[in-house]
């Protein structure tokens, strides 16, 4: 943890996570079907990334 | 991006600042929000409505005139205003007013579209829908709650932002999704706080800053009243009123021939602000999701039963009718709806932990939060991060 992160590290994930979940916003819209298939996909990536994090932060930390 | 320590300070002043001004309004719009997301289904369920049976002999559709007549006689003394199709089901709604000006409905009606039958009428003015959705978009204080509760909503988007902005130096000591656990409760609800907001960030931004067009749906309807709508009416103006009025099925018969890749969505009757008294004026939608939410008024001669006008709409209504579905979330079925649920509570623990995080350190200043995140502990300007980066 005491290294620098750079600009990119910190904003990649949030950058992707963003892209992706405009995505999820706009493809609802132009049609049914595969179109709202794409949209409940990619709006599950924000929610598996917090997921991910809470569960890592769990079975890492050291107990208190 | 290069942030200064000063340039910093005043960034994260700005978020919590804006943070305080609104959370309290914002957290009463989420809890609002959450129940109406299924507000269709809620109506439903409540048993404001009743779903039209699956299965009927009707040979032909129903005279839609006779509805019309059937809620006119059901309450005489008041005037037929709109006359509405469901999304979902073979349903019409008919909406009655004291007048045909009145802003209120007095009672709403619905009725099998196939074959005419009375279904149920839909509660005015009270039930749990209204009182929510009446919280949510007015706080019970009128146009001026609705005015009120948009400034926050712009608040509010002054804060996602200056929270975005404050996000990359909180993270420059720790990787994406990093929750300290281990060192203190509010260390770790500072990086839950920022890791929800940040990754919920484009979500919430959408749904606030449609939410703040729609509040402006009343000032912007009227003003196209005014304007555009008074604009199709004015060769009518001097004419003396209508001796007989066409029944609304001829209305129907001639919009659909005259655009046949259209689908009426609602009708606004003679003596409606919308319709003028010479006129109908009937409201066509799309057929694909996104052209399905826009409109297209034409405007119906009640006499003759010919199209007199018809008009795309102006951009700012057609930005309010693509605005609503991105803050409703009713555009891409029951997981969309659940995930806008999901979102929502998520949404809800970051304005909590926000509350939390001030009232932990509220006496802190910002560079005590940088010496807490360690981030600010080496000595040259730490707030510029390096060269290579975007």
Redesign the interface.
């Known amino acids: ?14 950058i992707v ?2 892209i992706v ?2 995505i ?2 706009v493809s ?5 079907g595969i ?2 298939a794409l ?2 996909m990619a ?2 990536a ?2 598996a ?2 997921l ?3 569960a ?3 079975s890492h ?2 107990s ?1 | 991006m290069v942030l200064t320590a000063e340039s910093f300070r005043r960034w994260y002043l700005t978020h919590k600042w804006t943070s305080l001004i609104c959370t309290l309004f914002l957290l009463m719009l989420c809890l609002t929000g959450l129940p109406l997301i299924f507000r269709h289904e809620l109506t439903f369920w409540l048993g404001d409505a009743i779903e039209p049976p699956e299965h009927v002999s009707a040979s032909a559709p129903a005279n839609v005139d006779a509805l019309i007549q059937d809620a006119k006689g059901r309450r005489p003394q008041d005037a037929v205003k709109f006359l509405t199709k469901d999304d979902d089901y073979p349903m019409w709604f008919v909406s009655l007013g004291d007048t045909p000006t009145a802003r209120e409905n007095s009672a709403i009606f619905t009725y099998d579209q196939r074959t005419g039958e009375f279904l149920k009428e839909y509660p005015v003015g009270h039930g749990l829908i209204y009182i929510l959705l009446t919280l949510h978009v007015e706080m019970f204080a009128g146009l001026w709650g609705t005015l009120f509760l948009g400034a926050m909503g712009l608040v509010f988007v002054a804060s996602v932002v200056s929270g975005i902005v404050v996000y990359g130096p909180f993270m420059r000591k720790l990787p994406f999704g990093a929750i300290r656990r281990a060192r203190s409760t509010r260390l770790a609800w500072l990086d839950l706080h920022n890791l929800l907001g940040i990754v919920t960030v484009t979500w919430v931004l959408v749904v606030g800053v449609t939410g703040v067009i729609n509040t402006l749906d009343r000032p912007l309807l009227s003003y196209w009243q005014m304007t555009e709508i008074t604009d199709m009416l004015t060769p009518w103006k001097d004419q003396p009123a209508p001796t007989k009025v066409v029944p609304v099925d001829e209305v129907i018969r001639t919009v659909e021939t005259a655009a046949p890749d259209l689908a009426v969505r609602f009708i606004t009757f003679p003596g409606t602000p919308f319709a003028g008294p010479h006129h109908y004026m009937v409201f066509m939608r799309g057929q694909t999701p996104l052209t399905g939410r826009l409109l297209t008024p034409m405007l119906v001669h009640a006499e003759t039963a010919q199209v007199s006008d018809s008009r795309h709409l102006p951009w700012y209504l057609t930005a309010l009718l693509l605005s609503q579905p991105l803050h409703f979330g009713d555009y891409g079925g029951l997981p969309l709806q659940l995930l806008w649920l999901v979102l929502d509570l998520i949404t809800i623990v970051v304005l909590i932990s926000g509350l939390y995080l001030w009232w932990q350190k509220r006496k802190s200043s910002a560079e005590d939060l940088l010496m807490q995140t360690e981030w600010a502990a080496k000595s040259d300007y730490p707030l510029e991060p390096s060269a290579e980066a975007r």
């Open positions: 943890m005491s290294v620098l992160q750079t600009t990119r590290q910190i904003w990649a994930a949030p996570l963003g979940s405009a999820g916003l609802a819209l132009l049609g049914d179109w709202d949209s409940w709006f599950t924000p929610i990334a917090i991910w994090a809470i890592r932060a769990i930390s050291p208190l």
